[in-house]
């Protein structure tokens, strides 16, 4: 039994979504050109001006490249090493000759490799420019296949730009103009342009947005940002419409939501760390060729991380600590191959030996050793701890106009932003360690576009949303959502938990099929059995393995422990999934709650809902229950759910979810 409500809405971007003065469009003559007599002078009007990309592409693309290539190199040879040293061992003096001939073709062929590198990034070089038109922007690139891609200003979501370390110091960076089109919608990317061009860039695009939105698209020979710079300085009014009626006030507004944030507000708050001096510094310097500072509106909020809330971001990511980890366990894996490759069977005696004399240990030494280890292990948590206070370095979350803005990075930069509009909801995540400390992750759900590139970070950020503070306490949240999206301050307060019954259908469904325990114990047993059976079928498995029958008893013990502390953990979890999750709604807004040893909450505007479902097994029906479906248009079509709610309150919320339902 399923019903479902399509609730897809085509919502209109707010009308100070471009950041631009109130009274800025009505300006008679340059605004909106008149319109062509005769075709003959549409076809007279002026063509758009080509942007060429900054000349870095060149220099610092190749070196990219070489660099890639040179890595690729390394790694396909690394296999060879052992064989070509055992081979000058073997051979004399005159084979020598070869094989630093061998060496120097190599080379030879590496440099010549490098130079058409070069060549081919000084052609490309020629054909990549982008153009600002009435009403689209053009990208030009491609040398034999040629490529131009239109963005139409109405499309375009955010334009984002991340720039690497010798991206930064050079001053320039890539640009990427995201459209409102979902991820099936590739992105335009603009590869090394300057930091003044890309800021120039992104306040053309926003102003020529709004422009076309409010029919009257600026001619391509006009600069918006000369515009807007000369209405600042008649002081226009300024005005942003919230989309979404929240009513909260901005913190360090002042009354004015044109106000500059009040630095000292930061500090009071606690909200910088060690890292941001470096990182101003940086932004202050802009790198070689990064030219002025552009002025792409005024912040009306800003927040960044204390230097508590960094080092606690570090140490409870596990990202980068699995990466080395499982890097380390690779070289590990590299080095025993090649020692095994280079001596042999010497090299299968000696590991033979190290095993025997390693059963022979004192528990002395097997504790050090284990400590040794527990060491690297601390030592790699560390490291993975600092890569990630360096990630979240220079951090800031701001209000801009109708527009959130997230940058951090301290070498390698990236920003994002997106229009408050086109923020499909507001995620709370609560992670073990976190929940223990009251603190949590809050990102803004997005529509994101595709990415065919692979250093592109954008797309792994798909489902996680726009992160605007990765380590926040919980009761600084509301603060933090008033500044950031006051649209979104209309939070529902009347929780409805789910049904009483949902506590004995999750212990079920989670200690028995749906859990890990269960099929640990089943494979152990299957494992035990077939062994048994093996040994009493087969004499040669029954001499080879009775030696050892006491380890293997141990080992299938210890499974036999991990399926229960696993069963254990899963009916903890239950527990704590029941007494937490939850569902709320009012005129505007719902919020789903899903607990557990992790916490996740999401609050969304009713206008986002594109799809609305409640559905039910028999077992449900029989004990009275539903599950609730919610899909948004954020990332691939993120879906909501939460089981087993009282069928009642399913009911109610269908009912509001519907076209006119809250009314």
């Not at 950041?19 to 050109?33: C, H, N, R, S």
């Not at 366990?329 to 001596?343: I, K, P, R, W």
């Not at 954008?458 to 926040?472: M, N, Q």
Request: charged content about 15%.
């Amino acid at each position: 039994m399923e019903r479902k409500n399509d609730l897809s809405h085509a919502s209109a971007p707010s009308p100070g979504e471009a950041g631009m003065p109130a009274g800025f469009l009505v300006e008679p003559a340059a605004t909106a050109p008149a319109a062509p007599a005769n075709e003959a002078e549409a076809f007279g009007r002026p063509a758009p001006e080509r942007h060429f990309v900054h000349h870095s592409y060149i220099w610092l693309g190749s070196l990219r490249a070489i660099g890639a290539f040179l890595v690729a190199i390394a790694v396909g040879l690394a296999s060879s090493v052992p064989g070509i040293l055992l081979e000058i061992r073997s051979v004399g003096a005159g084979g020598l000759l070869g094989t630093l001939v061998a060496v120097g073709a190599t080379l030879g062929g590496i440099v010549l490799l490098g130079a058409l590198v070069v060549v081919m990034h000084v052609w490309s070089y020629r054909h990549l420019y982008y153009e600002i038109g009435e009403e689209e922007f053009s990208l030009y690139s491609g040398i034999f296949t040629k490529k131009r891609m239109h963005v139409p200003y109405q499309r375009v979501q955010s334009v984002n730009h991340t720039a690497t370390v010798l991206q930064r110091l050079a001053g320039v960076c890539t640009v990427k103009v995201e459209t409102a089109g979902g991820a099936a919608n590739e992105g335009a990317t603009v590869p090394y342009i300057t930091n003044a061009d890309a800021e120039t860039l992104r306040l053309e695009l926003f102003a020529r947005k709004q422009a076309v939105l409010a029919g009257h698209p600026l001619s391509a020979n006009v600069s918006a940002a000369s515009m807007l710079a000369a209405a600042r300085q008649d002081g226009a009014p300024r005005k942003s419409a919230p989309a979404g009626g929240g009513t909260a006030a901005r913190p360090g507004a002042a009354g004015d939501e044109g106000a500059l944030f009040d630095a000292s507000m930061l500090q009071a708050d606690g909200a910088r760390n060690v890292l941001d001096g470096a990182d101003e510094l940086l932004q202050d310097v802009r790198g070689v060729w990064g030219g002025m500072e552009v002025d792409t509106g005024k912040v009306s909020y800003e927040h960044g991380l204390s230097n508590r809330e960094l080092v606690l971001t570090g140490l409870t990511s596990g990202t980068s600590f699995a990466l080395i980890v499982v890097g380390l366990v690779g070289t590990l894996s590299q080095v025993a191959g090649f020692v095994f490759e280079l001596f042999g069977n010497s090299a299968s005696d000696a590991a033979n030996a190290a095993f025997a004399a390693s059963t022979s240990l004192p528990v002395g030494t097997v504790v050090a050793g284990i400590a040794a280890f527990l060491a690297v292990v601390v030592v790699l948590w560390a490291l993975s701890a600092a890569g990630s206070c360096l990630t979240y370095g220079g951090f800031r979350a701001r209000r801009r106009d109708s527009r959130i803005e997230v940058e951090h990075g301290l070498l390698s930069r990236k920003f994002h932003g997106v229009d408050v509009d086109r923020v499909q909801s507001v995620i709370i995540r609560q992670g073990l360690i976190r929940r223990v400390m009251g603190y949590c992750e809050v990102s803004l759900g997005k529509i994101d576009s595709a990415s065919q590139s692979g250093d592109d970070q954008e797309a792994s950020a798909l489902k996680t949303g726009l992160v605007v503070h990765p380590f926040v306490k919980m009761e600084r949240v509301p603060e933090l959502l008033a500044g950031l999206v006051p649209e979104f301050a209309d939070v529902p307060t009347e929780t409805r938990p789910v049904a009483r019954v949902a506590l004995r259908r999750a212990l079920i469904r989670r200690c028995t099929w749906a859990g890990s325990g269960l099929w640990i114990a089943v494979f152990t047993a299957l494992v035990q059995g077939g062994l048994m059976l093996a040994m009493q079928q087969l004499p040669d498995v029954r001499a080879e393995v009775a030696p050892y029958l006491g380890v293997v008893n141990l080992v299938f013990a210890v499974l036999y422990a991990l399926a229960v502390l696993c069963i254990v953990l899963d009916a903890v979890s239950a527990v704590l999934w029941f007494r937490e999750s939850s569902f709320a709604f009012n005129r505007q807004f719902m919020t789903i709650t899903n607990g557990g040893f992790s916490r996740e909450s999401v609050l969304l505007p009713r206008r986002k809902i594109q799809f609305g479902t409640v559905k039910s097994n028999p077992f449900q029906r029989a004990a009275g229950v539903r599950t609730i479906l919610v899909t948004t248009a954020a990332g691939l079509g993120t879906t909501l759910s939460l089981v087993d709610a009282r069928r009642e309150d399913a009911e109610a919320w269908l009912d509001w979810v519907r076209p006119g339902g809250n009314r």
